[in-house]
Structures are given as structure tokens and as C-alpha cells.
């Protein structure tokens, strides 16, 4: 037996996992903030007399929805709806799952009028099979999808009875987390898919028996602190190597960019006073 000593490889990588990530078009659903504006407060992040400027708000939006266009993505677009001012936030309008979708129910009176806005949306795109829920939901706000299972968030605004429709309108195993923190209201807030196996979540957000089930579902996830999920820096879009993410998550970028991925940076300041980021005006189509 012949023993060589132990070589640096001559073909060492940076990267320290084991897979290249790499990144799957999607196809989006968005709505342009025409009516932007935050004059009720549903959420911490909500303070109407600071009032917001729909401009910029806007110009932000299309820097988003280019970056998407950029990568290679599909963007779809809703027509906004006056008196929505929450309506750019496309993620709570619906879940589609295999080109099933799942209609939203809002909590607050305010955005309710959003979910038979968006369910007629999809069916007037060729979408059959659009359930009316019958429970409180937020669509992908609190739904997350991977490969094998829908992450589904409730605490603050959808209940878990609408985690078991969900279930089983979409045929796919639900898992529930409970949120504890009013900050990261929705599970969007608090965590994303990484990939169809993988993500990056800030446990402070999460009750002890959800951040359990977390660390033995994903033991190689992301871990995010505190500075990087006051920006909302977890309210992120992954297409599996391309992270489109709010500027200011600096820790979060640094540690996504030693991991292999590669960060988008937006700013999205003006729709966080709405208490929304990247992934709340980004609706993903699965068909
Ligand atoms: N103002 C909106 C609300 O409180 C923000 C929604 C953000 N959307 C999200 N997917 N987290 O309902």
C-alpha cells in the first residue's frame, strides 16, 4: 500500500458546500404600487402619520421587477386596484402548486377585497382550479414551498386550519411554524427557500418547538440574525443560486455570497413602511 501525504488540492474551491447552487426560471406574479400608501397600521412596521411616497415607492417596484427580468425570470402583472394601498404585495394574494391554486382569506378588513381580486386573476388565466378557502390565509406570505413540503406560518395571521386545506387542495404535506414575534408577522418575514431543499430563517422569530422542527428538517440551513431580519433581509427571492434581497442585510449577504450564492441587492425602503420586501410583491406561478 502506498501512502502520499496529505496535498492542498490543486483544484480547491472557495465554496464550502458541496453542489454548485444553481438557478431554475420562474415565473412571477407582481403588482405595480400605483396605489401605494400606508394610511392604516396592521402590522409594527405601519405608522401612517409618516406617510410614504408612491414615486418612489413605484420606481423601487420597477427596479425589482427588472432585476427579474434581468435573471431571466417571467414577470405576470395585476392590474392594481384603487383603494388596495397593500395590494402591491403579491405574495398574499394566492399559493399555486402545480398550477393548483389556493385562494387567499385575509385577516384584516382592510386588504380583503385582495383575495377574490387575485383569485379572479388566475382563473381568468386559464387556472381551474382555484380553491375559495374557507380558513384565514395569507397565501405565500405564510406558505413557503419546497420540493418535498409547504412551510406554513400562523400566530399572526393565517390560521392553522387553513394549513390542513392547503394540504389537501394542493396534495403536498404541510408543516406548520408558529411565529412569535409581531416584527415577522408573516413566515416570508422570517425565512426563505434557499432551493426546493434548503433555507435561511432567523430563529428569534419562532416559537421553540417550530425552531426544533427547523433545526431537524434543515440542519445545513442559513442562519440569520437579528440586524439582518429587522431589515427584512429574510423577505427574500431565491431562484436556487440568484438571491434578490433588501441592500441592508449586509450579514445576510456576506454569508449567502461565501455560501455559493450570489446576492441581487434592492432597495425596497419605501415598501418597507408598509412592512413588506422582495418577496411579498413576488408571487410565484408553479405549474
Ligand atoms: N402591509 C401589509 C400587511 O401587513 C404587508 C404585507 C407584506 N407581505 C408579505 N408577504 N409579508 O398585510
Given at each position: 500500500m502506498?501512502?502520499?501525504?496529505?496535498?492542498?488540492?490543486?483544484?480547491?474551491?472557495?465554496l464550502t458546500i458541496d453542489e454548485e447552487p444553481v438557478a431554475i426560471p420562474r415565473?412571477?406574479?407582481?403588482?405595480?404600487?400605483?396605489?401605494?400608501?400606508?394610511?392604516?397600521?396592521?402590522?409594527?412596521?405601519?405608522?401612517p402619520s409618516a406617510g410614504a411616497d408612491r414615486d418612489r415607492a413605484v420606481a423601487q417596484w420597477e427596479a425589482l421587477r427588472d432585476a427579474y427580468?434581468?435573471?431571466?425570470?417571467?414577470?405576470?402583472?395585476?392590474?392594481?386596484?384603487?383603494?388596495?394601498?397593500?395590494?402591491?404585495?403579491?405574495?398574499?394574494?394566492?399559493?399555486?402548486?402545480?398550477?393548483?391554486?389556493y385562494g387567499a382569506s385575509f385577516a384584516h378588513a382592510e386588504r380583503r377585497p385582495e383575495g377574490p381580486a387575485y383569485a379572479e386573476w388566475f382563473r381568468?388565466?386559464?387556472?381551474?382550479?382555484?380553491?375559495?378557502?374557507?380558513?384565514?390565509?395569507?397565501?405565500?406570505?405564510?406558505?413557503?414551498?419546497?420540493?418535498?413540503?409547504?412551510?406554513?406560518?400562523t400566530g399572526f395571521r393565517t390560521e392553522i386550519a387553513a394549513h390542513q386545506e392547503a394540504q389537501e387542495h394542493l396534495g403536498r404535506p404541510v408543516v406548520t411554524l408558529r411565529l412569535v414575534d409581531p416584527r415577522f408577522y408573516h413566515l416570508d418575514t422570517a425565512l426563505f427557500p434557499l432551493d426546493g431543499r434548503n433555507v435561511a430563517y432567523h430563529p428569534g422569530a419562532f416559537s421553540p418547538g417550530s425552531r426544533a422542527?427547523?433545526?431537524?428538517?434543515?440542519?445545513?440551513?442559513?442562519?440569520?440574525?437579528?440586524?439582518?431580519?429587522?431589515?427584512?433581509?429574510?423577505?427574500?427571492?431565491?431562484?436556487?443560486?440568484?438571491?434578490v434581497i433588501n441592500a441592508e442585510a449586509v450579514g445576510l449577504i456576506a454569508t449567502l455570497r461565501d455560501r455559493g450564492y450570489t446576492p441581487v441587492p434592492v432597495d425596497l425602503s419605501e415598501l418597507r413602511k408598509a412592512g413588506g420586501g422582495p418577496k411579498c410583491c413576488t408571487l410565484e406561478i408553479r405549474h
Open positions: 502506498t501512502v502520499s501525504p496529505v496535498t492542498e488540492s490543486t483544484t480547491s474551491t472557495p415565473r412571477f406574479l407582481m403588482c405595480r404600487p400605483d396605489h401605494f400608501a400606508v394610511t392604516y397600521a396592521i402590522n409594527p412596521w405601519m405608522d427580468l434581468a435573471l431571466g425570470h417571467q414577470v405576470s402583472l395585476i392590474e392594481p386596484v384603487a383603494g388596495l394601498p397593500d395590494m402591491v404585495f403579491a405574495a398574499n394574494g394566492a399559493l399555486v402548486v402545480g398550477g393548483r391554486v381568468r388565466n386559464g387556472f381551474a382550479d382555484v380553491l375559495e378557502p374557507s380558513h384565514v390565509n395569507e397565501g405565500e406570505g405564510d406558505f413557503l414551498t419546497l420540493d418535498e413540503v409547504i412551510l406554513a406560518g422542527v427547523l433545526e431537524r428538517l434543515f440542519p445545513n440551513a442559513l442562519i440569520a440574525d437579528e440586524a439582518d431580519a429587522a431589515v427584512l433581509g429574510l423577505n427574500a427571492v431565491s431562484d436556487g443560486r440568484n438571491v
